[in-house]
T-cell receptor, first 112, second 109 residues
Framework: DAMVIQNPRYQVTQFGKPVTLSCSQT?????MYWYQQKSSQAPKLLFH???????NEADTPDNFQSRRPNTSFCFLDIRSPGLGDAAMYLC???????????FGPGTRLLVL | AQRVTQPEKLLSVFKGAPVELKCNYS??????LFWYVQYSRQRLQLLLR??SRESIKGFTADLNKGETSFHLKKPFAQEEDSAMYYC???????????FGTGTRLKVLA
């Protein structure tokens, strides 16, 4: 089945230690999104790619970076995780901007 | 400011009872609104979108521009409807989704 895959499902890192979360898709969608969702809060868009064009949200901290080496893969890099970055990170794709979003299962990040 | 408000964190109803999950929005243009659902241990997925004017799994939602609302309704709740429901608005300018904080629906036997 075509889908959006996120690895790992759970990630534990140490304060200040760089961490990378990955997302892959078999839908061949043009757009890939990263959301951060903290407990009892709405998913918050961090950034998205339309093909290779990177679109950063104005309030996304510089600590968060992303890479999309090809259509299928997109990575979220957190350069120096703080305790406040502990959250669920959701990857989503859509065929076009504004199209229906297809979500991955999420990666829960814990920062010790 | 663009905003989606879901006033209820938790809504419990008995099986067979009507359900209404509230969603209000703040948006200056012509909004496109959606309901996404997340069942236990599953990923977030689209339930319905207002432009389709369809009924999915017995759920309907009508956009009321006067009241800036997009409430989700079902006449007879089923246990399998228990899930987390998110209302979302698509900004026509930026094509960015803005999600509400979600409402957990529990349908009791």
């Amino acid at each position: 089945d075509a889908m959006v895959i996120q690895n790992p499902r759970y990630q534990v890192t140490q304060f200040g230690k760089p961490v990378t979360l990955s997302c892959s898709q078999t839908l061949n969608h043009n757009v890939m999104y990263w959301y951060q969702q903290k407990s009892s809060q709405a998913p918050k868009l961090l950034f998205h790619y339309y093909d290779k064009d990177f679109n950063n949200e104005a309030d996304t901290p510089d600590n968060f970076q992303s890479r999309r080496p090809n259509t299928s893969f997109c990575f979220l890099d957190i350069r120096s995780p703080g305790l406040g970055d502990a959250a669920m990170y959701l990857c989503a794709t859509s065929k076009r901007t504004g199209g229906t979003q297809y979500f991955g299962p999420g990666t829960r990040l814990l920062v010790l | 400011a663009q905003r989606v408000t879901q006033p209820e964190k938790l809504l419990s109803v008995f099986k067979g009872a009507p359900v209404e999950l509230k969603c209000n929005y703040s948006y200056s243009g012509s909004p496109e609104l959606f309901w996404y659902v997340q069942y236990s241990r599953q990923r977030l997925q689209l339930l319905l979108r207002h432009i389709s004017r369809e009924s999915i799994k017995g759920f309907t939602a009508d956009l009321n521009k006067g009241e800036t609302s997009f409430h989700l309704k079902k006449p007879f709740a089923q246990e399998e409807d228990s899930a987390m429901y998110y209302c979302a608005l698509l900004s026509s300018g930026t094509y960015k989704y803005i999600f509400g904080t979600g409402t957990r629906l529990k349908v009791l036997a």
